[in-house]
Nanobody
């Protein structure tokens, strides 16, 4: 059974930082591309960052220079380091594992507010 469990969300002031984690089980983690998505209220889910099995990364323009995606294959975990957070980063953040098929986590809420 595939499970992706996100953690690390919370309430942070503008300009602050958070680190999200997503730990996978039930998959051969090393062969999967891992994504972070987010969905704000009333908006479509958007792809925020991607890291391939060769550790190539890609980001949506709105987070470039502020967010960093990384993975630790020894821990079956992908991270999203989020710095200089803005109110518009407020959303539920989801991780996704992709290799032939896609698996999603349950999401973690990130709220950026003073």
């Amino acid at each position: 059974q595939v499970q992706l469990v996100e953690s690390g969300g919370g309430l942070v002031q503008p300009g602050g930082s958070l680190r999200l984690s997503c730990t996978a089980s039930g998959i051969i983690f090393t062969i999967y591309t891992m994504d972070w998505y987010r969905q704000a209220p009333g908006k479509q889910r958007e792809l925020v960052a991607t890291i391939t099995r060769s550790h190539s990364t890609n980001y949506v323009d709105s987070v470039k220079g502020r967010f960093t995606i990384s993975r630790d294959n020894t821990k079956n975990t992908v991270y999203l380091q989020m710095n200089s957070l803005k109110p518009e980063d407020t959303a539920v953040y989801y991780c996704r594992a992709v290799y032939l098929s896609a698996h999603w986590g349950q999401g973690t809420q990130v709220t950026v507010s003073s």
